[in-house]
């Protein structure tokens, strides 16, 4: 997806804002399968809080993140989409997280197909944190059957500043929920319509919910439609 030049489009229909997410969760992929357009507020400070920079998995049946190598201290106080990862050392990355992979999905159904495809992403991904963000969604989707939902993204920054403080403004727009800590909140946001998370087969006990949807990826391979039809 290419995202080019300030957009002086009006945005018309349900409004979805959400902070960028490295590898989206469910109720991510719910939430903008219901919206018409998918702001990403790629302008908002990075926080140690969020999930732009992590991800999550079932490790022996407990959440755990894997991160992007990044000196992270020198992203505090800065806009996300001024920020850069450490993708020189991407070698390091993968060898760091696949200590966390393999005893958690070595015998899933979507490890062994997906896992080479996965590393192969990580290997050519762009340095730029949003434009990695944008591209790994886009991978995630591809493979979730989903990839429609990724035309619905618009980068704040790169919406024309009127456009984006009337959609900012508008009445009964979405936000992700559980933000309020981190990122700025619009002032006249809706409630999100109530959903609940399909429960999908994992390796370990108890359940983990709320992972990434990588990891249903991971563990369900070629039935994750069964999951995502729920969505």
Not at 31 to 39: E, L, P, Q, S
Not at 81 to 87: C, E, I, M
Not at 191 to 215: H, I, K
Request: hydrophobic share 40%.
């Amino acid at each position: 997806m290419a995202f080019e030049g300030a957009m002086a489009v009006a945005l018309e229909g349900q409004l979805y804002f959400t902070t960028p997410v490295l590898a989206p969760h469910l109720r991510d992929w719910a939430a903008m399968k219901r919206a018409d357009h998918v702001i990403l507020l790629d302008s908002s400070l990075w926080s140690r809080k969020g999930r732009s920079h992590r991800l999550a998995i079932n490790m022996l049946g407990k959440k755990q993140w894997l991160s992007l190598h990044a000196d992270t201290q020198h992203w505090k106080g800065r806009s996300l989409h001024d920020l850069q990862w450490d993708s020189k050392n991407v070698d390091s990355m993968i060898h760091h997280w696949a200590k966390s992979l393999e005893p958690s999905y070595k015998t899933s159904y979507g490890f062994d197909e997906l896992r080479p495809e996965w590393e192969r992403f990580w290997l050519d991904a762009p340095s730029d944190v949003m434009e990695c963000i944008v591209a790994h969604g886009q991978w995630l989707a591809n493979w979730l059957g989903l990839h429609d939902i990724t035309r619905k993204w618009v980068r704040a920054s790169m919406l024309d500043e009127a456009i984006f403080q009337e959609a900012w403004f508008r009445k009964d727009v979405w936000m992700e929920p559980g933000t309020n800590a981190y990122s700025p909140q619009p002032p006249n946001r809706t409630s999100m319509p109530a959903w609940t998370e399909p429960v999908y087969r994992q390796r370990w006990d108890p359940n983990v919910g709320d992972c990434s949807s990588l990891d249903l990826l991971f563990e369900e391979g070629p039935e994750v439609w069964r999951t995502v039809d729920q969505l």
